[in-house]
């Protein structure tokens, strides 16, 4: 049997109650908004925009939760009903956690000097869910971060509390032993669901900014050269080369069959994609070799580009009579 949690509509209802209540009241931030800070974030996110340098300077907006961390010495003002909340759960049988996303809306730009308050409330429980984790409930809290009475921006964050399902017994000899499970499915979310229509479609689209043309890949909401939201596509001519590689030895994977080669490609358009390579085995992809775009179809439902080593006489075709790629 898995564990499941009570399911009473007693323990729904005394969840609900956390509903509206406080998580922190009145915190402060620990420092104000300050330059080393934000000069340490933008060098580990390599992030060069010229707004956050300077005497106009701000604070990059993704930030925003970094002012109301209360590092490993932990933060005053938090309230006890979260604890309380998670405590429940706990007693449930939900004794897993797992983060599942977090939004941000940015109101007024933080600049430094700015001392950050914020208050946090459980915004939401949800109703009882089953996942491919476990049955359990999602917890959403907002925090609203201000400088004086403004409204800076608000973080929400949410987590699912769940009790975890029951591993299935490893199958039997003889029996579906030797099926592999399918190939992982990809995350298709808002920001990337053109790419996957594209390639449902047979086409490699790449995420141009109508403002400075620059091709992005993987595909994002904004532009990272310039910062301008809006975007169209170009498809792929679906030439490139093998720009870097691994071999995956270890650890086995069910749906995959090691050593297998794993290579970031560089397009003949200037953008990198992480892809598998086909048409040779693992242990002969080099970095260098010309690849060629490809589909391949894994299951009724799974298609994903791939990218096939050319042979010389076709790669002098496709870079237009340049140095063909030797092979042993
Ligand atoms: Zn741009």
């Known amino acids: ?13 005394r969840l609900k109650a956390y509903e509206g209540q406080a998580a922190a009241v009145s915190a402060a931030g620990k420092d104000p908004v300050n330059a080393p800070m934000i000069r340490h974030w933008c060098e580990a996110m390599g992030d060069t925009n010229p707004a956050y340098t300077g005497t106009d300077a701000i604070a990059p907006p993704t930030m925003l939760q970094a002012w109301t961390m209360g590092g490993l ?3 005053a003002g938090r309230s006890s009903a979260y604890d309380e909340l998670l405590g429940l759960l706990d007693e449930s049988g939900c004794t897993s956690v797992v983060a599942t996303d977090c939004e941000q809306e940015y109101v007024r730009p933080l600049r430094p000097g700015d001392e950050i308050t914020f208050d946090a409330v459980i915004e939401s429980v949800s109703d009882r869910k089953t996942t491919k984790l476990g049955t359990g409930y999602f917890v959403t809290t907002r925090m ?19 009790a975890p399902a029951q591993r299935k017994e490893e199958p039997q000899q003889g029996t579906a032993r030797h099926e592999r499970p399918p190939r992982p499915r990809p995350v298709v979310n808002r920001d990337n669901a053109g790419f996957w229509e594209g390639v449902r ?24 050269t310039c910062g301008h939201p809006e975007w169209d596509t170009v498809e ?7 720009y870097s590689y691994v071999v995956m030895h270890h650890p086995p994977f069910p749906a995959f069959d090691p050593p297998y080669a794993v290579a970031l490609i560089e397009l003949t358009e200037g953008v990198r994609m992480i892809s598998n390579v086909v048409g040779v085995p693992y242990d002969e992809v080099r970095i260098g070799m010309p690849v060629r775009l490809e ?7 799974l298609v994903l580009p791939v990218f096939r080593v050319l042979r010389a006489e076709e790669s002098r075709v496709a870079v ?4 063909p790629y030797e092979t042993r």
Do not use: N
């Open 1 to 13: 049997m898995a564990h499941e949690p009570r399911t009473s509509d007693e323990l729904g209802r």
């Open 73 to 75: 010495s932990g933060h």
């Open 144 to 162: 609203d971060i201000r400088v004086g009475p403004d409204l800076a921006g608000t973080h929400r964050f949410r987590i699912l509390k769940y």
């Open 201 to 224: 479609e047979r086409r490699l689209l790449i995420q141009r900014c109508t403002a400075c043309s620059t091709l992005r890949h993987p595909w994002l909401p904004g532009c990272a």
């Open 236 to 242: 792929a001519s679906g030439t490139g080369e093998v």
């Open 295 to 301: 589909f391949e179809e894994y299951d009724e439902e």
């Open 320 to 323: 237009g009579g340049g140095r």
